[in-house]
C-alpha cells in the first residue's frame, strides 16, 4: 500500500518561509497528480495548489506567488515552498495523490510572532 508521509513543518514568524516535503513509499509523483491542501482549525480542508501529470500547475488565490509546489521524481518526494508566511497560513497540511486518492497524515504549520 502506498504511504505519504509529509513532514518540514513548525513554527514561524509572519513573513517567514518554510519547505514542506511529501515522501512516497513507492514511485507514484511521476505519473500521477498530486495536491497539497490544509485544514485550519474550525474551517474545511481546502486544496491549496495542484500539480498534473503533464506539469500543470495551479494554486489558490491565497496562496498564489508566495507557494511553489514542485517534485523530485528520482527521490518520489513532492514539495511546498512557502514563503510570506502570513498566521492566515496556519493549519495542518496535506499532501494528496490521486493514485488511489492516497493521503498523508499532515503536518502542522503554525504562523505567529
Known amino acids: 500500500q502506498v504511504q505519504l508521509v509529509e513532514s518540514g513543518g513548525g513554527l514561524v514568524q509572519p513573513g517567514g518561509s518554510l519547505r514542506l516535503s511529501c515522501a512516497a513509499s513507492?514511485?507514484?509523483?511521476?505519473?500521477?497528480?498530486m495536491g497539497w491542501y490544509r485544514q485550519a482549525p474550525g474551517k474545511q480542508r481546502e486544496l491549496v495548489t495542484y500539480s498534473g501529470s503533464f506539469g500543470n500547475t495551479n494554486y489558490t488565490e491565497a496562496v498564489r506567488g508566495r507557494f511553489t509546489i514542485s517534485r523530485d521524481n528520482a527521490k518520489n518526494t513532492a514539495f511546498l515552498q512557502m514563503n510570506s508566511l502570513k498566521p492566515e497560513d496556519t493549519a495542518v497540511y496535506y499532501c494528496?495523490?490521486?493514485?488511489?486518492?492516497?493521503w498523508g497524515r499532515g503536518t502542522q504549520v503554525t504562523v505567529s510572532s
Open positions: 513507492e514511485s507514484i509523483f511521476n505519473r500521477y497528480s
Open positions: 494528496r495523490s490521486w493514485y488511489r486518492d492516497v
